[in-house]
């Protein structure tokens, strides 16, 4: 009962207060013939309809609150979540771009291997075509007549010595049978 009479004994700020949480619902002064420093039944109604309100709208606000909380934490796991994922792409990114510049340095040396070799292959082909050169000119003054070798010169039959490494010889040394081809 003492804190009934501290609460009506300052009416105005109680009033004001509750006015401000309840909104447009102003509790209305104290009805006449009842005791100024004890409520009605219809205040202590009123009083107690709007501490529900109070009491409803903070369990709201924290309700909300609660909610956000959730929201923001799960939130923050999916964006951890994400980072990880994020994380573990750019490693395997990282892997492969190191094992994609492994094998371009392995291709890079392979390719200089066979430049070596196409240069080489060249340098002997170069040889073997002044060798040819040389062959061919040393033969040039060799050729006899076509009809000196019978009918097997016009078909890739060439008279050869074997003592000679292949080397064509006179039309005589056809009866030896050494055949061959110079190519």
């Not at 080489?120 to 040039?140: C, H, I, N, P």
Request: charged letters at 30%.
């Amino acid at each position: 009962s003492s804190v009934r009479l501290l609460l009506w004994g300052r009416r105005g700020s109680i009033r004001e207060r509750c006015a401000g949480m309840l909104g447009s619902q102003v509790m209305p002064p104290p009805p006449h013939g009842a005791e100024p420093g004890l409520p009605s039944a219809g205040y202590q109604e009123q009083i107690a309809y709007g501490c529900r309100l109070v009491q409803e709208s903070c369990t709201k606000r924290v309700q909300d609150r609660e909610t956000e909380l959730e929201r923001l934490r799960k939130e923050g796991e999916e964006l951890r979540s994400q980072g990880e994922r994020l994380r573990d792409r750019n490693h395997q990114l990282e892997a492969e771009l190191s094992e994609c510049r492994r094998k371009n340095q392995a291709q890079l040396e392979e390719n200089r291997n066979v430049a070596q070799q196409v240069m080489s292959l060249r340098t002997q082909l170069g040889k073997l075509g002044k060798l040819r050169d040389r062959l061919e000119s040393a033969f040039v003054g060799e050729d006899a007549d076509p009809a000196a070798y019978g009918a097997d010169y016009g078909h890739g039959g060439m008279v050869t010595n074997s003592s000679y490494g292949g080397i064509p010889t006179e039309p005589s040394a056809r009866a030896s049978g050494n055949r061959g081809a110079l190519g």
